[in-house]
C-alpha cells in the first residue's frame, strides 16, 4: 500500500484553539516540495472555507473568516509533559508574521480575504490552473480568492 509520502504527497495537519487554526505540512524528506505544498495549502484553505461559508444545516451558521499565510521552518511536537500537565506547542517565525499579518497588517485584512505573505516563498512561475490561478500579487502579498472558481472573475 502506498502512503502519500511515497506518492509525494503531504499530509495537511491542523491545530484549533478557539478562532484560530494553524495549519501546516510535514515535508521532511521530500525533494522540491515548495510548490506542491503550495498547492495543497491552498486547496485545503479553498475546501474549508467553502465548507465553512455554505453550511446547509440551520442550526450550524455559515462563518466567513480571514487567513494569513506564511512560509518558512516551523516545528510542532505533539506532546510535550510538564507535571501532570500534556502539552502540544509549535513554534516558528512564519506562526509569528501570519499572526502578525493578520492583526497588524497593511492594509487590514478583511473577512472573507486570504493572503499570503510573500516573503520567503520563493516559488518558480505559477502553473496556469486552480487554485494558482486564483492569487494575484499585490506588493509584498499574494491575494487568495478562494472563493471564485475562474481567474476572469477577478
Known amino acids: 500500500m502506498l502512503r502519500n509520502s ?42 474549508v472555507n467553502i ?5 446547509s444545516d440551520e442550526s450550524d451558521p455559515s462563518v466567513l473568516t480571514s487567513c494569513s499565510i506564511a512560509y518558512g521552518r516551523f516545528r510542532y511536537r505533539n506532546t510535550f ?18 499572526f502578525s499579518d493578520n ?3 497593511e492594509p487590514k485584512i478583511l473577512p472573507g480575504q486570504c493572503r499570503v ?3 520567503n516563498l520563493e516559488l518558480p512561475s505559477l ?3 486552480l487554485p494558482f490561478v486564483l492569487l494575484e500579487a499585490n506588493g509584498k502579498y499574494y491575494y487568495f480568492y478562494w472563493m471564485l472558481d475562474r481567474d476572469h472573475d477577478i
Open 127 to 129: 502553473p496556469q490552473r
Open 81 to 98: 509533559e510538564l507535571g501532570d500537565m500534556t502539552k502540544n506547542y509549535f513554534v516558528g517565525w512564519p506562526y509569528v508574521r501570519a
Open 6 to 47: 511515497d506518492r509525494g504527497i503531504s499530509k495537511v495537519t491542523s491545530v484549533v484553539v478557539s478562532d484560530c487554526a494553524v495549519i501546516f505540512l510535514n515535508n521532511t524528506g521530500l525533494l522540491n516540495p515548495k510548490l506542491r505544498d503550495f498547492e495543497t495549502i491552498l486547496d485545503f484553505v479553498r475546501k
Open 103 to 105: 492583526e497588524y497588517g
Open 117 to 119: 505573505l510573500s516573503e
Open 51 to 55: 465548507k465553512l461559508i455554505s453550511s
